[in-house]
């Protein structure tokens, strides 16, 4: 069983609508589980169409609450909180959930014991059937924390399941940049291609998830999306490529039937087939599941 991560460096290069691709082309010769890790922003269900099999809670970390009916009005909660979390009204002293940290200095501090730490719901993971196979994905609450332990979460499902009923591949969709959600989504991949676009921005943030991979010692290809509309930036960034010895595994033009299938919630390879789009995806997804079946990498 193979892990293939597609990440980006910036949000909207395009990395979900080759996912989806992917996903549509693996459903035609091997098993694959699909797993959505871009858990703050997951949007792999609006081309899958998943129906939810199971659906989870997922815990985040403590807030501080305080107990109204034992607090004495001392206001010293609201002294130490580093986070202006706490505040008053009429008297009466509350937590903002949002605002606080989940320190507990004001529970420590509390003169009267009327503070304590009580554990969030930060959001939901779920497993799911889909046309192209089971999908694990999850959904993070607005300005909840540990989107890292999330993506951990969807992945180790998606492999769990793979292994249990022997599928080929685990096919995940990562989050973008380079924080603790993609070095999630990373850890343990046998294989990570990373989509870019060709401008000052794209190219730079490319490099610093190809930095994150190479850190990580998982393997790396790349992928231009975008390519002819702005041809110098791709020769820059396969120049890069080239003397870093990163694989440029295909160029995808670009193409207004992406748009369109992503409005008509399909991939663009079911969408429309012999799109230019659709046909370099496919191009790109020979050359990628080529490069897959040679990595040998250990899971960690």
Not at 155 to 183: N, T
Not at 279 to 286: F, G, M, T
């Amino acid at each position: 069983m193979k892990q293939l991560v597609i990440l980006s460096g910036k949000g909207g290069t395009g990395k979900t609508s080759v996912a989806a691709a992917f996903a549509h082309l693996a459903s035609n010769g091997s098993k694959a589980i699909l797993a959505d890790a871009d858990v703050d922003a997951a949007n792999l269900e609006l081309l899958l169409s998943p129906e939810v099999l199971e659906s989870h809670e997922f815990g985040g970390g403590k807030v501080a609450v305080i107990n109204e009916d034992s607090c004495d009005g001392c206001g010293i909660c609201k002294d130490v909180c580093r986070f202006d979390a706490v505040h008053e009204g009429d008297g009466i002293f509350q937590v903002d959930p949002i605002a606080c940290d989940g320190c507990a200095a004001c529970v420590y501090q509390c003169p009267a014991q009327s503070i304590h730490m009580q554990p969030q719901m930060a959001g939901h993971w779920y497993r799911s059937t889909s046309r192209y196979g089971p999908m694990f994905h999850a959904a993070l609450r607005p300005a909840q924390e540990n989107s890292g332990k999330l993506v951990t979460m969807v992945k180790q499902q998606a492999r769990l399941l793979a292994m249990d009923e022997s599928y080929d591949l685990v096919l995940v969709d990562g989050p973008p940049g380079i924080g603790c959600p993609v070095i999630s989504a990373v850890s343990g991949a046998d294989l990570a291609l990373i989509i870019a676009e060709p401008t000052a921005a794209g190219t730079h943030d490319m490099r610093r998830v190809l930095e994150t991979t190479a850190h990580f010692d998982v393997p790396a290809m790349v992928c231009i999306n975008k390519s002819d509309l702005y041809r110098q930036g791709s020769e820059e960034i396969e120049a890069y490529c080239r003397e870093a010895g990163i694989p440029v595994a295909g160029k995808i033009p670009f193409d207004s039937s992406v748009t369109e299938a992503i409005v008509q919630g399909q991939p663009v390879t079911v969408f429309k087939p012999q799109a230019p789009a659709s046909v370099a995806i496919r191009d790109l997804w020979e050359r990628v599941t080529s490069e897959l079946m040679d990595v040998n990498h250990e899971y960690a």
